[in-house]
């Protein structure tokens, strides 16, 4: 399973951006995948997370509004879009995937593999 995070950088308040996950070698071709991050500081934690077999939906209390998580099966690809972005959403972004894909979570112990991250910086 490899997992690859991309589309981070740097964006002032307001702004957007929408992260990709490429995935490739999943043991099925449904799955959980979910986003998380971790501001400089402070521990990781879950953000999103879209399980494909039956639509469970993991959002975090702080996700909802500006966060939505999507899949593109053809593409190998789970996306991360953020919009309004804060000074506060400043961190790394890590997709991560869980073998058992009947349920989505926000804890970062129930997922197996990770991606390398990939660095949103948003100024004030």
């Known amino acids: 399973v490899q997992l690859q995070a991309s589309g981070g950088g740097f964006v002032h308040t307001g702004g957007s951006l929408k992260l990709s996950c490429l995935y490739s070698g999943l043991a099925s071709d449904d799955y959980a995948i979910g986003w998380f991050r971790q501001a400089p500081g402070k521990e990781r934690e879950g953000v999103l997370c879209?399980?494909?077999?039956?639509?469970?939906?993991y959002r975090a209390p702080f996700a909802k509004g500006r966060f939505t998580i999507s899949s593109d099966k053809a593409k190998n690809t789970v996306y991360l879009q953020i919009n309004n972005l804060k000074p506060e959403d400043t961190g790394v972004y890590y997709c991560?995937?869980?073998?058992?894909?009947?349920?989505?979570?926000?804890?970062?112990?129930?997922?197996?593999?990770w991606g390398q991250g990939t660095l949103v910086t948003v100024s004030s």
């Open positions: 991560a995937y869980k073998i058992n894909y009947h349920y989505c979570s926000g804890y970062e112990n129930d997922f197996d593999y």
């Open positions: 879209i399980d494909t077999f039956n639509g469970d939906r």
